[in-house]
């Protein structure tokens, strides 16, 4: 008998692939009526492969659930401490998309830094022949300190890729990292002092909301960059809306946004920001082999094997 498995939100191709070979698949945000389907098989789901949401009220449905499978590294969708109490398994796609990600806030860096952007709305409204060359750029990432947010895998790789760009790297993260070769800030705020450009990589969550507020922001300096690859929640938009209105900032490239797909009308119209649809990790590639460890991590425990990729919030049973 198949494991009757709920997907929530949009499953891509690969999952729904992936799902509906092992598993009896039930989609709950596409059903016709979800409540009805909770009602008809709730009791009997006992894994969820996430793509949406999985808050407590929904956990709290799903009395013989055993594990939630998170499409994503960051999983603050899930809420870890109710399955956590319930002694449901949580896991996550860390390392299969840290070097696309990386690679995506690189491209986003320069695209900032550079306004290619706005130079190419420049070409393409016929003005380089109208009016001539695109205006000479304030920014550049020669001879500038880039600080990152977050140095976990993804800050990591960003890291490295920033030298090769001749950018000096400066970090803040809860705790020092022993043996990093980049010096150490004890706060967002000391940090933002200290860089031109600002790579915020952090996860979303309580610990992290508005992490980036108007001191900090003003920190970063009226010739600094907010590059935001993180999370939507860790900055706090109307306060960079206002420092790009006032000067106190020179330009922000945003790959997330605090109220995803909607975007702060007061950045849409601005020409010194880049604006992403959250793109980080989106290639066919990428995608694919996150899709192909979220259904191998429930493979593997359903197979009695133990999660691949748990997160340390929830408790690891080795197996089933
Ligand atoms: C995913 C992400 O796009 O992994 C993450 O945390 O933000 C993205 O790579 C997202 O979780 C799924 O849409």
């Not at 499953?11 to 389907?37: K, V, W």
């Not at 306060?239 to 922000?252: D, F, N, P, Q, S």
């Not at 020409?271 to 995608?287: F, N, W, Y």
């Given at each position: 008998m198949p494991v009757p498995v709920l997907i929530t939100g949009k499953p891509n191709r690969f999952i729904r692939e992936g799902i509906e070979t092992h598993f009896e698949a039930h989609d709950l945000d596409s059903a016709a009526d979800p409540e009805a389907l909770l009602a008809e098989v709730g009791p009997r789901i006992l894994g969820i492969a996430n793509c949406g949401a999985t808050p407590k009220e929904l956990i709290d449905r799903l009395p013989a659930l055993e594990i939630v499978c998170h499409f994503g590294v960051g999983y603050d969708p899930i809420d870890t401490a109710a399955a956590a109490a319930r002694g449901v398994v949580v896991t996550n796609t860390p390392d299969v998309l840290t070097d696309e990600v990386a690679d995506t806030a690189m491209g986003l860096l320069l695209m900032t830094v550079r306004e290619l952007s706005a130079a190419e709305r420049w070409l393409r409204a016929g003005r380089w022949v109208k009016e001539g060359p695109y205006p000479l750029t304030r920014g550049s990432v020669r001879g500038r300190t880039m600080g990152i947010l977050g140095y976990g895998r993804i800050g990591q790789a960003i890291a490295r890729r920033g030298e090769g760009f001749g950018l000096k790297i400066a970090y803040h993260s809860r705790r020092k990292v022993e043996g990093a070769p980049h010096p150490w800030y004890p706060n967002a705020r000391a940090l933002a002092e200290a860089v031109d450009i600002l790579m915020i990589v952090l996860p979303g969550g309580a610990a992290t909301t508005h992490l980036v507020d108007a001191p900090v922001i003003e920190a970063v300096g009226p010739e600094g960059f907010i590059i935001n690859i993180g999370r939507g929640s860790v900055l706090d938009e109307a306060a960079l809306v206002a420092a790009l209105e006032a000067g106190k900032i020179l330009g922000a490239g945003l790959d997330v946004f605090e109220n995803e797909p909607e975007v702060h009308p007061g950045l849409m119209t601005r020409d010194d920001v880049v604006l992403l649809?959250?793109?980080?990790?989106?290639s066919e590639k990428t995608r694919g082999d996150m899709a192909a460890l979220q259904v191998a991590n429930l493979v593997s425990w359903f197979e009695g094997k133990g999660p691949v990729t748990p997160v340390p919030e929830t408790p690891v049973p080795a197996v089933r």
């Amino acid at each position: 008998m198949p494991v009757p498995v709920l997907i929530t939100g949009k499953p891509n191709r690969f999952i729904r692939e992936g799902i509906e070979t092992h598993f009896e698949a039930h989609d709950l945000d596409s059903a016709a009526d979800p409540e009805a389907l909770l009602a008809e098989v709730g009791p009997r789901i006992l894994g969820i492969a996430n793509c949406g949401a999985t808050p407590k009220e929904l956990i709290d449905r799903l009395p013989a659930l055993e594990i939630v499978c998170h499409f994503g590294v960051g999983y603050d969708p899930i809420d870890t401490a109710a399955a956590a109490a319930r002694g449901v398994v949580v896991t996550n796609t860390p390392d299969v998309l840290t070097d696309e990600v990386a690679d995506t806030a690189m491209g986003l860096l320069l695209m900032t830094v550079r306004e290619l952007s706005a130079a190419e709305r420049w070409l393409r409204a016929g003005r380089w022949v109208k009016e001539g060359p695109y205006p000479l750029t304030r920014g550049s990432v020669r001879g500038r300190t880039m600080g990152i947010l977050g140095y976990g895998r993804i800050g990591q790789a960003i890291a490295r890729r920033g030298e090769g760009f001749g950018l000096k790297i400066a970090y803040h993260s809860r705790r020092k990292v022993e043996g990093a070769p980049h010096p150490w800030y004890p706060n967002a705020r000391a940090l933002a002092e200290a860089v031109d450009i600002l790579m915020i990589v952090l996860p979303g969550g309580a610990a992290t909301t508005h992490l980036v507020d108007a001191p900090v922001i003003e920190a970063v300096g009226p010739e600094g960059f907010i590059i935001n690859i993180g999370r939507g929640s860790v900055l706090d938009e109307a306060a960079l809306v206002a420092a790009l209105e006032a000067g106190k900032i020179l330009g922000a490239g945003l790959d997330v946004f605090e109220n995803e797909p909607e975007v702060h009308p007061g950045l849409m119209t601005r020409d010194d920001v880049v604006l992403l649809p959250h793109v980080a990790s989106a290639s066919e590639k990428t995608r694919g082999d996150m899709a192909a460890l979220q259904v191998a991590n429930l493979v593997s425990w359903f197979e009695g094997k133990g999660p691949v990729t748990p997160v340390p919030e929830t408790p690891v049973p080795a197996v089933r």
